[in-house]
């Protein structure tokens, strides 16, 4: 399914009803203010759609705030500035972020009749210890109630994670993502926590009692994360912040595990998995194991669709060393090969050996 146009307009710390230790909205979207004038948003709308190309569905996002949480008059302000646009199809939904706990049927029914196609909820955890030690307000028992009521409204309901959260363990975030993809969420994205100057968490790593995650480790754990949502059939639209100039700044960003092209890391990472499964099998039921002492190397071919090989070799071919490593015995080649789908792969004896 073809991606939408998202126009995202920033409500920066809207509609919270206090500040969660990793937060610092204002730093993260550069606003200082809450919401947006009315001719920003027209001049937002306008920026996006002129580069539209030729992608049939646009919807507009209110991110960064709690908006579910703002008072009614201001949400049904914004939804209105937006009802020319849905009126005359140059807009074909809204989406929206919000905790869960403002998700209540009067919010619903407010919002219902203005085009509010999605609501992304700021899940992070379903540990509700770590929720706590995150200064998050809410517990898991909102998260369940507030995606079956989006269900039963028939609006689509995203979810965001965040990984390295303080508290957290690998064996509560997998938990986490386990039974948040049993509620069968339409989207998820998944956030490696950041420290963020003038956040509560800023103050922690400063003194020692907090330790952000490693690049390696988090790459690791959101692919584990990326595998549970897969098998539920969830979608992951985003791994990691998006790049700009703030996440380059040392005194904003203090710590973590920042890296331009996250999402390509775990991509790729994800595809290491899927070929050593593959190999492995093919190694067993097509030649028999070549892996025993004084066996001549064997050169393996890797097919793979052209839009998949930068995923396939791996961010600075790492994936390809890696594979070396793990069987020193084979060598590896790649071609492209449009008559395969997109994410599929095909592995053989390179036929330029013999």
Not at 226 to 254: H, P, W, Y
Not at 305 to 326: I, Y
Request: aromatic share 8%; with cysteine.
């Amino acid at each position: 399914m073809e991606s939408p146009l998202v126009i995202p307009v920033f409500i920066p710390h809207s509609g919270c009803p206090h500040q969660c230790a990793f937060c610092n909205q204002s730093i993260i979207t550069s606003r200082k203010r809450c919401l947006p004038d009315p001719e920003e948003i027209d001049e937002i709308i306008g920026q996006y759609l002129r580069f539209k190309g030729n992608r049939s569905r646009v919807e507009l996002a209110f991110f960064g705030g709690n908006f579910l949480g703002l008072p009614e008059s201001d949400i049904l302000w914004l939804l209105e500035k937006v009802r020319p646009y849905i009126e005359n199809q140059s807009i074909q939904g809204i989406r929206c972020s919000t905790r869960p706990d403002t998700v209540t049927e009067q919010t619903l029914d407010l919002i219902r009749p203005h085009g509010v196609t999605l609501v992304e909820l700021g899940v992070q955890s379903m540990a509700d210890s770590v929720l706590n030690q995150s200064n998050r307000g809410h517990k898991s028992f909102h998260t369940r109630q507030a995606i079956g009521l989006l269900q039963a409204y028939g609006i689509q309901v995203g979810v965001q994670m965040m990984v390295g959260l303080p508290g957290d363990t690998t064996a509560q975030l997998m938990d986490s993502t386990k039974q948040i993809s049993a509620l069968g969420p339409d989207v998820a994205r998944i956030y490696p926590l950041m420290v963020l100057e003038g956040s509560l968490l800023a103050r922690w790593y400063r003194e020692g009692s907090y330790l952000p995650l490693g690049l390696d480790q988090s790459v690791y754990l959101v692919k584990e994360m990326c595998k549970i949502f897969n098998q539920a059939d969830v979608a992951v639209i985003r791994m990691g912040l998006q790049a700009s100039e703030m996440m380059e700044d040392a005194t904003r960003v203090l710590a973590g595990p920042w890296h331009p092209a996250f999402g390509h890391l775990v991509l790729s990472a994800l595809v290491y998995d899927q070929v050593c499964e593959k190999l492995d099998a093919f190694l067993v039921l097509d030649m028999g194991n070549p892996m025993i002492e004084g066996a001549r190397v064997i050169h393996i071919l890797l097919r793979v669709h052209p839009r998949f090989v930068s995923r396939l070799r791996g961010d600075k071919n790492s994936n390809l060393e890696k594979l070396e490593n793990a069987y020193p015995d084979l060598r590896f080649s790649i071609q492209t090969d449009e008559t395969l789908m997109p994410g599929e792969m095909a592995i053989q004896k390179d036929p330029a050996w013999g």
